[in-house]
């Protein structure tokens, strides 16, 4: 064994760092920190560098950008751009696919933690699973050839007829009901099927989550059992339940490539369902790379920054729910 | 009265259990309705792109790069090296640093970094991954001046990162306690452990969580936008073939791959589908085959793994 003496004193830099690098530990230490500071730094780069990309934009066009406007304009010849049709576009697709998803997620949610005999679980939770891997790109191009002219034109048509001349709701189901069907309602269809995987999948896990005498004590004093589901299992996990919605909106919001395909990307005025439209997502993926001025791509980045500022909003808002409900739940109470 | 009472009592209690059962029964099949409902879609779109794509699909698709316009044949060559370009070089840039934050956050839960981080990982997941790509336009396309493979492969790796840091997280924590404190005391270092214990006894699970990350970013268009921009005369083989005919060094021939612009299978389709010739559009339906049966293989195969993985280590 061979003695190491040191002629350099202990407090000398050189004997720290050589005693820092041999031990390992807190270099180990140091490194794991500086990986985990990666993630984090990425988030906060992003937000601050679509902040800086669209600085003059946001000069140019003020909150005007935002606000709702009856005579939209996206004008990249004279450099006046308004994002509201996009905005209303998201909004209005996003919160459409909602309402038709969560019924139907938080139906599975409850066959699936409730309801399903076991040897059936794991395989209807992949082929759940797998609808999300499905590449966006892929719906788009069922959505254009298939699901728009078979299924969408014939509901479009449908809601058209029966909403269409009604006083206050009819500007939301005003015709004429495009040809190919390319409309905000096909739009809406494809996010419902693309979301159903994320609300199911949270719902699911929160439903698993809820201990088991709340059932027990709701079955034992009479309930059936779709009356423990929901008048006791519903309201307990109604915050995480909340979240999952949240996280299915966040979803939705920021859903490009089968959006852009199906919504048949028109800037019009009209505020109907079954029109085509635009969403911010797909005009930046329309314009971006052939953006013709600066201030035609910097008005992009803006709506780039918006759609972030709007996901990492209800993100948070989502964990933090989602995390509530399994902290009220004790580890020992669970099934 | 009580008797008359009590009669109104059964009739009324008789007629209200009626109607709870029938809606008891009524609530619980709609929800298995539901679950048919929505895998509906899953079966249609994998049955009809099977079809369709099946009719199309051939030799010449593998091997050949595009044809110019409106000319038949050729194949989409070009995108399949640039998915595996652009994908490799995501999963070189995501896979290191994924991994320490994913040992950190196995290890640190509890920490405020640790909480921070999950956050993080959470929120970074829900970013757009359009959002991403002009990020990836604004640090990587926009001070190098033009477009290439290599910012591709960077707004892919932003877009994986999550998705590995939270599967290794997730692995390394079925790995059982008493391995770990073994190694310890042992007297080996936390290092040591870490990277020679408790690593190697969850690595198949890791290595199943990069897959399923990898499959993500390969079905992903939306980042490579304005990022790889898409190329259709692609082609690493002429690269690498004249490289060594002009006699280039390997550093020279690799910057000749990464820095052009590349063209990615959901890129390809998704410019096919939009064009006016039939051809492309047999081929958008061919390239989406491709793309479908390699994502799906790839999750069906990492959920089979890790769940027999599961199982084992918890008994």
Redesign the interface.
């Known amino acids: 064994m061979t003695k190491y003496i040191s002629v350099l004193p202990e407090t000398h830099w050189l004997t720290r760092l050589r005693r820092f690098i041999s031990h390992g530990d807190s270099l180990w230490q140091w490194i794991l920190i500086i990986a985990s500071l990666l993630a984090l730094t990425i988030v906060l780069a992003i937000g601050w560098m679509l902040w800086r990309e669209s600085a003059d934009a946001r000069n140019a066009f003020g909150f005007g950008f935002l606000t709702p406007t009856a005579n939209p304009s996206w004008d990249p010849v004279n450099n006046n751009f308004q994002a509201w049709p996009f905005i209303y576009g998201t909004l209005l697709t996003s919160f459409a696919a909602l309402i038709i998803a969560i019924p139907i997620s938080v139906g599975i949610a409850i066959f699936l933690s409730e309801l399903c005999p076991a040897w059936l679980r794991l395989p209807l939770n992949w082929l759940v699973e797998l609808l999300a891997a499905i590449p966006s790109v892929v719906y788009g191009l069922w959505g254009i050839f298939v699901f728009l002219p078979l299924v969408v034109s014939p509901i479009a048509n449908g809601l058209f007829t029966a909403f269409g001349s009604l006083p206050v709701v009819g500007s939301l189901f005003a015709g004429p009901v495009p040809a190919n069907g390319a409309s905000r309602l096909g739009a809406a269809f494809i996010l419902t099927i693309m979301i159903i995987p994320t609300i199911t999948a949270v719902t699911r896990d929160v439903l698993l989550a809820i201990p088991a005498n709340q059932r027990e004590a709701s079955l034992a004093l009479g309930s059936t059992q779709w009356e423990t589901i929901w008048q006791v299992l519903l309201p307990y996990g109604l915050s995480g339940i909340l979240g999952a919605v949240i996280l299915g909106l966040g979803r939705a919001l920021g859903e490009t490539m089968a959006v852009t395909m199906v919504i048949g990307n028109s800037i019009e005025g009209s505020a109907s369902l079954l029109r085509p439209g635009y969403t911010m997502a797909s005009i930046i993926a329309n314009e971006f790379a052939e953006a013709v001025s600066k201030l035609h791509s910097q008005a992009l980045i803006e709506i780039g920054l918006i759609l972030f500022f709007m996901t990492l909003v209800l993100n948070i808002v989502a964990r933090l729910l989602v995390w509530r409900v399994a902290r009220k739940t004790p580890q020992e109470a669970r099934v | 009265m009580t008797s008359r009472f009590k009669e109104l009592i059964e009739k009324n209690q008789a007629r209200l259990s009626a109607r709870?059962?029938t809606?008891?029964a009524a609530?619980?099949s709609?929800?298995?309705?539901?679950?048919l409902?929505?895998?509906l879609?899953?079966f249609?779109?994998?049955g009809?792109?099977i079809y369709k794509g099946g009719q199309y699909i051939n030799v010449d698709f593998f091997i050949h790069t595009a044809r110019p316009l409106g000319m038949a044949g050729g194949g989409v060559l070009h995108a399949i090296e640039g998915t595996l370009v652009i994908t490799l070089l995501a999963a070189v840039f995501a896979i290191?640093?994924?991994?320490?934050?994913a040992?950190?956050?196995a290890?640190y839960p509890n920490t405020t970094?640790?909480v921070?981080?999950r956050?993080?990982?959470?929120?970074?997941s829900?970013?757009?991954?359009?959002?991403?790509g002009?990020?990836a336009?604004?640090?990587i396309v926009k001070p190098m001046g033009h477009y290439s493979a290599f910012a591709g492969g960077a707004a892919m790796a932003?877009l994986m990162?999550?998705t590995i840091?939270r599967t290794t997280e997730e692995m390394l924590k079925l790995v059982p306690h008493a391995l770990r404190e073994g190694s310890l005391a042992l007297g080996a270092?936390?290092?040591?452990t870490?990277i020679s214990v408790v690593f190697p006894a969850a690595l198949n699970g890791v290595v199943t969580g990069f897959l399923l990350a990898i499959?993500?970013a390969?079905?992903?268009?939306?980042p490579l936008?304005?990022t790889a921009?898409g190329n259709e005369r692609y082609d690493v083989g002429k690269i690498v073939t004249n490289g060594i005919a002009q006699k280039q060094s390997l550093f020279q021939i690799f910057g000749r791959i990464f820095d052009q612009p590349a063209d990615s299978l959901?890129l390809t389709?998704?410019k096919y589908?939009?064009q006016p010739y039939p051809e492309r559009i047999q081929q958008?339906?061919a390239v989406?085959l491709v793309?479908?049966l390699f994502?799906?293989l790839v999750?069906?195969i990492a959920?089979l793994w890790i769940?027999s993985r599961k199982r084992r280590l918890q008994g």
């Open positions: 709870r059962k809606v008891n609530m619980l709609l929800t298995g309705v539901m679950t409902l929505a895998i879609p899953l249609w779109i994998v009809y792109v290191p640093p994924g991994l320490l934050a040992f950190y956050a290890r970094l640790g921070a981080l956050f993080g990982t959470d929120v970074l829900g970013v757009p991954s359009i959002v991403i002009l990020f336009y604004a640090v932003m990162l999550p840091i270092p936390e290092w040591k870490s499959a993500r390969a079905g992903e268009t939306a936008l304005f921009l959901p389709l998704w589908a939009q958008s339906w989406a793309l479908m994502v799906l999750n069906i959920r769940e």
